[in-house]
């Protein structure tokens, strides 16, 4: 037996076993591994998978403290393993997987709090170490806690090349023929490209891990997309056997990070060889071999999926409107009583497609515009520059202006009372306003006034409470003190764009809601 | 007989008949008095009305020239009275009224292009003669050639005091007992208002007749909101007979000037005492009593009017969402087949209320929005300041940024062959493009790319025709050509917000699109 991680490991963290296995025939198909594990709390039986070499690896993320015991079967091995080990204590910045939380919400599951701040950089995995570096040093001084990319190689526009590595055995088409001219052509099989697509090119996989890793050591949950339709090598219409191979691979391989959330696809819609029935099927593979119940949701170009489906966690929303977007956040609220998170309102950039040519202040009003109403905005960048690196498809540098005011707006979310926003009901027209989303938390409200510009606004709650009010440019990042209140009171402010006022009641047992 | 101008006068000037008459009793309901106006190619009849001192006047406009003969009668006077005169040919400034041509846009009667570009200062014409001075130079600098203004004075938030006149004899309500707290209950009669609504104050009608005049002499047309409901003083609920006599007076005095165009409201439906049914009664007497056919619409606050009724000129819309308005207009003139007038898309400025606070950039975008799409914008400010003079309510001076951007615009207006522009059919999701009305005016592109910033844009029309591209600067105002293409091209932009693009057929025979 062999233990990569010892005989100890973290709650939480992967608890992997490797055995040596059979090698003759297609190892990825001819032969089953599995393992169950079994502490105090649970038992859990997850398949492993084969990593080359002869070795299978099976991977364990317990969910509890003390001693587990876990026993290996299946054809691949002459005999069973089995053995045992302590699970201990999380370390510090080790807080589980995030779980939906109050209907509308997240948290780790061990109760922190976890407000999702994403971005999307599609293939910054399959990038060069250098850049791959390069994106994790921007992505350590950022505020970000969640990343969306991709496990295929994507072919899109600026982004034509070759990845670092495929994900199957055989050798891809000839990139040379790729113009300008014909690239829209490229939608799935074509000429040239000669896979196995029943052998997994192992390395790919290891080079996702590492990347899923670093991005845990850094605290940042991987919201991987598993298919996604910008294709020039047919991995976006293999046959369904292979495409069950493919899904069982991806969860035997991942589910055990606790940072791992499913996006079974981008922008779903596109893909001209797929029907919803797929995508159900696919959702049933996750579901049925996914023992951790990581989060699971579908991105769409135009029209939604149906996020009511029960296997769906979260809306994960690309808006449909090119004006308003985060502003219909209170009625996906309503509509699908879940998580709206925003994963495309569009890209910080200047690039000459309409999805990916907003300004900062423009982004950063539908961040404020979705956090106002209870949802959760995602970024994402695309400046053209000389190198032809963009943020959005290949990571490395940030050149926007949005993403530095995002740590100011995650310590107003983490100085909210409870966990999470929701729209207050009874704001203004002209105004949007949010309160605790937990009803028992009153007496704090986060108004945000958008492109308009007041110069000042009327409050009146009640006669006898005493209210402090703050005055917020969540451009300047600035808070401003703007005295104490009772009954009908005015709040002046600068008469400019962006800016939002809170007013939190005073709790005379000194517990305000800012420290 | 009295002629105020002469034998002689100006097809599309007022030709006016005064005579003396009956002074016993009440002479604005005892009496009768009318006109028939007879030329070559028409037979006019219109009411007179009675303006104080004994004297009824009797006014007309000529619609074509030549000599025209004319009656008067009616038991106001003691014997009919007759005459003649000549109309001459109307001076160059003189293109006559302004009518709906080509089912979307506008034209002087002479055929001369009309392209509305309006702005709203709702009492103006109540104000001080030297404020109402201010107000002729701001326009006459300005590219305005519309203004809205009510004939009832106006009681709202920045405009509680008296108006230099009331048009009724009687007085007004204790204007003292007025504070913040009860300005919100004067929404109609209410006590202390001591009027004869049945004598008019003829000082304050003969004051709006000059300010329709000086308008007039400046290009511009007076779209007069004859009923509104900001009201302290009950003409906003006066009885039936009393709303008659008031319609048929003003349409008495202001019919024959060939500026005025009819707004029945300001906000209809924020009247407490009229159902449709009293719009419909009011419509009807205007088409009974305008001889002309003076445009004729009514403006909504929340719910559209019924556009598509028959009497009903033009649209004449405040955008009903806080984030998309002009975005609109095509599905407008989809539905009601008429002009998309806007003339409420919130205002430039920074008071407290969220349709008075936008930028000057918002309020530019809004307007190009628009006029790609085929409508018809409308203006209006709203800057807080020490004299708590606005000039949405009166008039003065302007302080915002996007009206000096509006003469632009305007020339643009002018440069586009065939007379007014429609929403091009084919252009993409992501930028709006105009192109000419008329459809034989092809090759002709106005993009505009809003909020967008993108560095380039990629244009096919066909393989043969050569066209001229030129990148526009909607807010710095700069044209600058950027080549001639033919088959697929690319034109660069600033990578910046609010930037146009026009692309114009070469015309061999020398007849480009701009001189």
Redesign the interface.
Known sequence: MDFRYGKKVEKWDVFQVEVNGAEEGNPFTDYTICGTFKGKNETIEVEGFYDGNGVYKIRFMPSFEGTYSFEISGNAISEKKSGCFEVTAPSEDNHGPVRVVNTYHFMYEDGTAYYPLGTTCYVWNLQSDKMIEETLETLRESAFNKIRFCVFPKHYDYNLGEPRSYPYEGTPMDSSVLNKENFGEYTGKTEGNNWNLKRFHVEHFQQIEKCILALQDIGIEADLIIMHPYDRWGFSCMEPDEDELYWKYVISRFSAYRNIWWSLANEYDLFEHKAVSDWERYAKIICDYDPYNHLRSIHNCIPFYDYHRPWITHCSIQRQ????TS?FVNEWRVRYKKPVVLDEIAYE???????G???GT?MLRRFWEAVCRGGYPGHGETF?NSSNILWWSHGGKLYGESHKRFAFLSNIWKETPGNGLAPYDKC????VCAVPEDSSENGYYLYYYS????????FYFDNETEYEAEVIDTWDMTINKAGVYRGKFKIYLP???YMAIRIMKIRHDSQTFTQ
């Open positions: 409107d090119l004006y308003k502003e950039g200047n690039i000459q497609h309409g999805w040519n907003i300004s423009e053209m203004a027209w002209d105004e492109f308009m510009q007041p110069s000042f606004r009327e008469g400019k764009p």
